[in-house]
RNA sequence: GCCCGGGUGGUGAAAUGGUAGACACGAGGGACUUAAAAUCCCUUGGCCCGCAAGGGCUGUGCGGGUUCAAGUCCCGCCCCGGGCACCA
């Protein structure tokens, strides 16, 4: 099913390849360039990896995010993730290299109109250029007519023509393939120009002009291209497996732009120029007329080619050093610029100039075209590349000062030579578009930092991939074998030679039986029943899928668990609908989240589900966090000493209790390191004045290990370390003075890689899972983070005892008349005060629910139990109703309290009781009363009076005549039941 | 560098532009108790005046502004947390 809709593909993809682990890590695994679990090396790596192609769906989940009701940062983490740009693409045509001798520099390019070797007006047509530049391999002479003809073609296929194109487009097969292209005086209908492959699809006028087909096939011979010919007939009936060939055609031909020395297109036309060109994206084409050299990414696939044989070894080595690179040092060193320059030329698509290339790890492979024209004028990368190299700067706006920087700003005005001369940034940006478009050279293009996902892991626990492989090219189970399920292994670990842990199960094959050969068709899979009748077997896909395959839809399934037809029956997925609320962290902002929604639109557009977002509305809870706490262990400059033999001396690991740790990183005589190391070297071996840590190793230990007041229980510690970290070596330790180790501590993620996890089950033991509930909704409001610290426990804890005592008899009310089956609670009517707490708490905490403010309901419900508790309140009309509204928030308690009561039902069946209005009526209001915005006096005035008669009732006051000590007020405010402010 | 959040007592925190610190923890004092636990009462932002009742000043990261009134709104900074990042 996604393979037919061409969304998931097998493709070459980078990868953290972990050798000592046998594994792909995703890139959360991997923490400073080495596995987060073991610390071993993790290195950048192409393999063949089903993706999906969440790219397709970019632009729709990023307009899909306005309706959300999510919270701003996972929308804005998603749109930076998505990172959508608008520019241009732009192609530089290739000249052939025009290389001096080693080392030397380029000759500046002549820019400007009139001073280049071909004066060329503004906007050159195709005839007048002498090319068509990104049309390459066209006979010039005709290249312009047959131009028109290929883009009427490509908007008209024949029903054939565009399946295949539909299967094969982009570089879905492993390499590019473009359609109805010209290539000399032939329109083909699919080449893939670096495999010279043509791809020609025959509608049935064909079978009359074999001869001319003939003279066709020979002439792209010439040119050094195969011809592949399939029948519309082929295509129409099985699309896929005429992709199928094509994929394994090209998989076995050379791809000639891999290799310098191999033979180059034969050049045709005038010019001389190349068949090939630079294609570059662009957010800024307004700065066209600025470009002074073009940069490709090192692992950019032209570098080989394009790099002159006087250049190649220092190329290489270039591109061989910033390959090996890992990502981290790269980053590390942003500020260094290095580059190398290939020794060829690119033709300005506009002046035509010869534009050198060079090649710099400053352009990312991975994004765009892995190529940029470089404008050091406009962009400051390019501009510190240019600085570093010597190359021209061009300015490009009005006011800039391009000896100093570039100038970015986009409200500028152009002043580079050239038609967008006096044009503003935004209006030269869609006139060199459509420049671009008239000649062919580019156009306007939308470009999306989001990468297809990756599809496979070498794990075990995951859904098998249900894919098999006839001849080396995958296809997929037929429905009748599904589900797949996992085979048993004798281990859950990747094989020796590395491949993943499915690889070790016995019969991981599928095998059709006889009727049953070829994609698409019937057949069972039986891994169990060995080889079906017809002796075939194939190989099933050994990498199995990603947590997020599942947690994308889990939540479709749910709605109905038990369906063995479908993942969910129509009614129920319309009946359930979207999700209402998603409450989850933060951390899946770029992954899961974004994969759901992914998910989602695709079975929309496949009418499986009426909704295409799958969460209305979400919200972040923040993290608990763990106060991790770490050993401090020392690397002292002992370990340096002239002539030390590591492991042949017995040094031991010194640990170094917190507060020490400053004092002993000073070169002095530190008499606690000489103690530490005496018991285990000789003396003499140490130099006395040169004792000193000249740095800490960290390292996490169990938060159990600490006793009281944080000291490490040291026995307990050289235990752990011994049968946990399966370490024993020789070990000291540097106490405060009061005999403690004290560990270093920290508030990170709670994690059990940390060993800061705290366990909910002592609280539990202790408190009851109500207090803990209510205590994690107490801390604080539901979105912030915080480190786990139980101190406030006792409060809530202390509440809900209160809460109970509520429902239990007091002493003196044996005689009040009873209700229900509770033998302690009055049918007495309750008071207005009553009736105003219970009201004024449930007024609150609705509202509070509906905000997801927790912590201010489990306030109000403190308040409440103070004050009916010291009202002595024992009325059911009362703590009836104020049970129920405790229920979401301790549902045991209230659920014992409810039976207590007399009642059979769960009280998670009662109605919510609902607030009224009216007993939260004040007779009377507090007027605080301020003189010049500073509160001095309270004043109570019966709630019906009106603003004047406020004012009078103030003003006649003796106490603030007093204070007013004869002067008119200037301005008397009175806000009806809030507050009067007398300005003086 | 860019984009989001934040910054209020000893601590977790509360506050439609309208009495800053509700509620809770902790701390201090007291009651009950042989004692402990449990429970209850009082005090608790800082500084100052007063024997006291009480009163004054100051205070929500810093500096400005708007307003009768600013933790809250506006402008400019500083710091912390998170996300993205040689992204063309």
Redesign the pocket.
Known sequence: MLQRFRLAYLGDAWVNWCPALGTVLANDEVKDGVSERGGHPVERKRMPQWSLRITAYAQRLLDGLDGLDWS??IK??QR??I?R?E?ASVKFALTPALSGGEGEMPPTPALSGGEGEVPLSPNPSPGERGTVPGYLTADPAIAGRLMAHANAMRKNPTEAEDKLWQVIRGASVGAKIRRQHIIDRYIVDFVCLPKRLVIEVDGDIHDLQQEEDALRTARLNELGFDVVRFTNKDVLQDTYAVRCKIQKVLAERRDVTQHVDSPPLPRRGAGGEGELAIEV????PDTLFGVSFLTL?PEHELVAALTVPERRAEVEAYVATAKNRSERE??A??D?VSGVFTGSYAKHPFTGADIPVWVG????GG??T?A?MAVPGG?Q?DWRFAKHFGLPIIAVTEGADIEKEADERKDATICSEGFLKGLKVPDAIRRAIQELEKIGAGQGKVNY?LRDAAFGRQRYWGEPIPIYYKDDIPYPLPESALPLKLPEVDKFLPTESGEPPLARAKDWHYSPSPSEKGPGDEGHYSPLLGRGAGGEDYPLETTTMPGWAGSSWYFLRYMDPHNAKRFASQEAVDYWGQVDLYIGG?EH??GHLLYFRFWTKFLFDLGLIPFDEPAKKLVNQGMIQGVSAFTNVALTTFSYRPGFKPHSEREPSVFVSHSMLEKLKRPAVHHELIEAYRKHVSLDQIHLDGLYVTEYVTRHVPIGLLGKDDALDLNRFIDWRKSWLEYSGEYEFINESNGNYLCTREVEKMSKSKFNVVNPDDIIEKYGADTLRLYEM????LE???PWDT??I??TF??L??FWNLYQPVEDAAAASHIGADPFLSSDAPTKAELKILHATLKKVTEDIGNM?F??SV?QF??AV?ELSALKCKKYAILEPLVISLAPFAPHIAEEIWMQLGHAESISTAPWPQWEAQYLVDDSF?Y?ISF?????L?LEFPATLGKEEVEAAVLANPEVQARLEGKVPK?V?V?PK??V?I?V
Do not use: H
Request: charged content about 25%.
């Open positions: 701003g940062s804005e983490a930076n993730w990172g740009s520019g994206f662009t957010t800024r990414a790269r980053q060193e942003v260094k790890d400053y352009v990312l994004y765009g892995g940029v962009d990368r930092r933060s902002a770029t107490f801390l604080g409001p912030q983070s915080k101190n406030g006792e409060g202390r509440f005892k209160k403010s912590n201010t306030s403190m308040i103070n507090s605080p010049n915005g500073k509160t001095r309270q301005k405010i806000v809030r507050i402010n300005v």
